[in-house]
């Protein structure tokens, strides 16, 4: 009898393992599919809105628009990225050593436009930059 709830235990706890493993990789699935969408309706955001700057392959013209491929600008100020595409950006910033003090006007993008673009920007010509930019985020952000 004891051996007997000793198995009934044993099955329990597999099917709790289980469960849990199925519910997280399903989570970690639709999380990859959420940003894939994102990044695909960004693709199309960059070729409206940013390309004629930032060009294709986003590596700028030097001195005067700034690379998003490989910058460390982007990387490591996310917020202030963010808050450039919302409202503008201008003033000195440095991006992969080289020095701007150029504007970036305002787009007028909504804030679904504005993290579909990041997720496309943070995750294009080799950048793996940080886990997804969502809508929520974006709104959150002000001057
Ligand atoms: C009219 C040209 C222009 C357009 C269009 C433009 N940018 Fe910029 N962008 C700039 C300039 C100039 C700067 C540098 C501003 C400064 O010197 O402070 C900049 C800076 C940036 C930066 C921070 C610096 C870096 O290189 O990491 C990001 C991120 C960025 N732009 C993303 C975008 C995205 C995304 C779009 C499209 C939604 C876009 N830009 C459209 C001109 C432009």
New binding site residues.
């Given amino acids: 009898m004891k051996l007997f709830s000793f198995i009934i235990l044993l099955i329990a706890i597999n099917l709790t393992l289980i469960c849990n493993y199925s519910n997280n990789s399903s989570y970690e699935t639709t999380q990859n599919k959420v940003l894939k969408e994102s990044i695909k309706r960004g693709n199309a ?2 070729s409206d ?6 060009l294709p392959n986003g590596e ?1 013209v030097q001195n ?5 491929a490989n ?4 990387r490591a ?1 996310r917020r ?2 963010i808050k ?2 919302k409202y503008g ?5 440095t ?1 992969n050593g080289l020095q ?6 305002p ?1 007028g ?1 909504s804030a679904n ?2 993290s579909d ?2 997720n ?2 943070n995750h294009s010509w080799g950048n793996k930059y940080g886990k997804i930019v969502t809508t929520e985020e974006v709104t959150k952000i002000t001057r």
């Fill in positions: 955001v960059y809105f940013c390309i004629n700057c930032h700028g005067i628009y700034p690379p998003l910058s460390d600008y982007l100020n202030k990225s450039g595409l950006l201008k003033g000195e910033i991006v701007y003090n150029k504007y970036m006007p787009m993008l436009e504005i673009v990041m496309y920007t």
